[in-house]
């Protein structure tokens, strides 16, 4: 009996060395984690997230909640954020090229949770081709009481349930265009406010601002069926469309709303960041 308890003090001693062991040299909060399936390294070159952080949950990081688990750990803004797009986003392009200027600039939208909403498996598409195939795997769905404003069913819908608490008008009242958008009129917009020099100069990173006016070609949010363009004169019309999951993303972009689908108090945890410019309440990613 002696020798019983005297074994258990030991092995609870070991236990107990073992564990201050781990948690000193590693990061203990992971070991909290759900995911207790065997890890694999799932590091993603050029991710800013290390790979130590990602040890533990990484491997079934889709079938968790991300909300829950990012609001547990004790990660930065950026880190939080790369977390929480991962399953949108698994390549992260290398920091300060020309895809990852785009991805700060309207990478918002890739921290959707709802799997039915599709992101682009690339930050920019090549060409018509590119976002052809693209919109061709997206299930539309109609914003009411307009002629050919289409959206990702699921941004329709909660742009649906907004107008019906208050109404909010299209910024041009044209449709499509200020809806889901193909890749000419991407163009043509684009030819409307850049010039020759100005895609070279956002991919030496010297241009910024025009990115808030227009996107260049390929790379509009406009092209994956989550933004809209509005008419949103006061706090009522904000109010619905922040409880529906529809933010503005965009610094700058007054008009251009983007379907995050997600509250306004889980935006901070996933890593975005607000940011106020002259009135209007930005949700931009910390990258
Ligand atoms: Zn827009």
């Known amino acids: 009996m002696k020798l019983i308890r005297k074994k258990s003090i030991f092995l609870a001693l070991v236990a107990l060395i073992v564990f201050t062991l781990v948690a000193s040299t590693g990061n203990p909060r992971y070991l909290q984690s759900q995911d207790r399936q065997p890890m694999k390294n799932c590091w993603i070159a050029g991710s800013a997230v290390k790979p ?45 090229n020309y895809e990852y200027i785009l991805l700060r600039a309207y990478g918002a939208a890739f921290i959707n949770p709802n799997p039915e909403i599709k992101l682009p498996p690339k930050i920019v598409f090549a060409d018509d081709k ?72 956002i991919k030496e990173g010297k241009e910024t601002k025009i990115l808030g006016i227009v996107a260049p070609p390929g790379a509009s949010q406009h092209l994956w069926g989550l933004a809209i363009d509005l008419q949103v004169t006061n706090a009522k019309q904000k109010q619905a469309l922040y409880q529906n999951g529809w933010f503005q993303t965009v610094e700058d972009d007054i008009p251009h709303w983007t379907y995050l689908g997600e509250l306004l108090d889980k935006l901070a945890e996933l890593g975005l960041q607000n940011k106020v410019v002259r009135g209007a309440s930005y949700w931009v990613t910390p990258l």
């Open 52 to 96: 130590e952080h990602l040890v533990g949950f990484c491997t079934n990081l889709t079938k968790l909640n991300i909300s829950s688990l990012t609001a547990n750990l004790n990660l930065s803004a950026k880190e939080r954020f790369l977390a929480a797009i991962q399953s949108k986003l698994p390549i992260v392009p290398p920091a300060g």
């Open 130 to 201: 590119e976002v052809k195939a693209f919109q061709a795997t997206l299930t539309m769905g109609k914003v009411n009481n307009t002629n050919d404003c289409y959206l990702q069913k699921a941004a329709a819908n909660a742009f649906n349930r907004a107008k019906a608490q208050v109404a909010i008008a299209l910024k041009s009242g044209y449709g499509a265009s200020d809806c889901t958008r193909d890749f000419a009129t991407n163009l043509r917009f684009w030819r409307k406010y850049a010039h020759n020099k100005t895609l070279e100069k």
